[in-house]
């Protein structure tokens, strides 16, 4: 496929979406990404739509709850670690993590495709009695089925509504799949907001155009959006200068970096997947290392938490990662450690 610009296969409006590679191409071509020379996008509402937005509703009772803990202290998320399509590993994992973190994030799996909706996986997650932060994506469902699944997770009562554009069908298990993206996570922010939820986005401070997330950013909150996670972007300090640049450009969003987690050699693999992925020098190496690289693991893991939760800005850290086939209750119980560790010193 050729190099120069072409529309973006995700049909965003307010991209770069976190998937641009090092060297400005697409994550799914060899193209130079759409968004690399065009500037930020002022928001101006949802594109293809005649209302714009639906009328605001009042904050869900979860959504406040939500909001109440955050005033009152820093949290714990964790991703979530069980196999898609199994009711029962998801409930295992979740009676494990059930306690020892604030919420679990449960967004897409890592390279499965095909899930529980956002809404049932949500209801049989509370069930084991985790609050749910719930992740939402654009690839595989149109704006009406969208507003269905919000409209769901309200019912539910999820702690939270993370909104991404996803990855694309080409990556993953199911190339067969057609890709949707009729909104992308801006407008998909605002149509959570707009259901009642506190609303999350993520940016990725470590991917091209750097000198633009955080601008990007900053859109993201004018349509609704209230916390960021920030994706890997190479440790405490660049955390740091992030947050930094998004609160000079009058930001109030809270912050909420995630900390990689990696106990074994599958967990490694996976979380080498992410793109633009930039972790702390020689993080992987010395866990790798380690003679027993899950006890390194969980101590590494421990450390930059704590470092993490002593910027300015920090609502609290996500444990991000996940675990290789067949290790998602071994891998959720070092999710709790790691949780409760951080409850007795944070």
Known sequence: MSTEMLE??????????????FDGTCEIASFTCTFLDGGVRE?????????????????????????????????????????????????????????????????DAATSRVQFSPSLRAALIQQEGLAVWSGVNCRDRN???????????????????HCVTGDHTLTGSRPDAAPVFDLDSTELAALARAAGHLVSVAESPAAPPTDERAARLLEKERAGAQICFVNHCGGVESVRAFIDEVRRGGSSLRFIPCVPVVIDAGSASLLESFTTLLLPEGFLRDIRSA??????GIEATVALCERMLELDGVAGVDLSGGPGPGREESFADALAEIATRLALSA
């Open 8 to 21: 973006c296969p995700k049909h965003m409006q307010y991209g770069p979406c976190g998937g641009v590679e």
């Open 43 to 107: 928001w101006r509402g949802i594109d293809r739509s005649p209302s714009g937005v639906p009328t605001p509703k009042v904050p869900t009772a979860s959504a406040t709850a939500t909001a109440a803990l955050l005033d009152r202290r820093q949290v714990v998320v964790a991703d979530f670690p069980a196999r898609a399509l199994d009711a029962e590993s998801l409930q295992r994992c979740a009676r494990l993590l059930a306690g020892a973190v604030d919420a679990t994030l449960a967004g």
């Open 143 to 161: 704006r009406v089925a969208l507003e269905g699944e919000l409209a769901g997770l309200a019912e539910v009562g999820v702690a939270g509504v």
């Open 291 to 296: 003679t027993d690289p899950r006890r390194a």
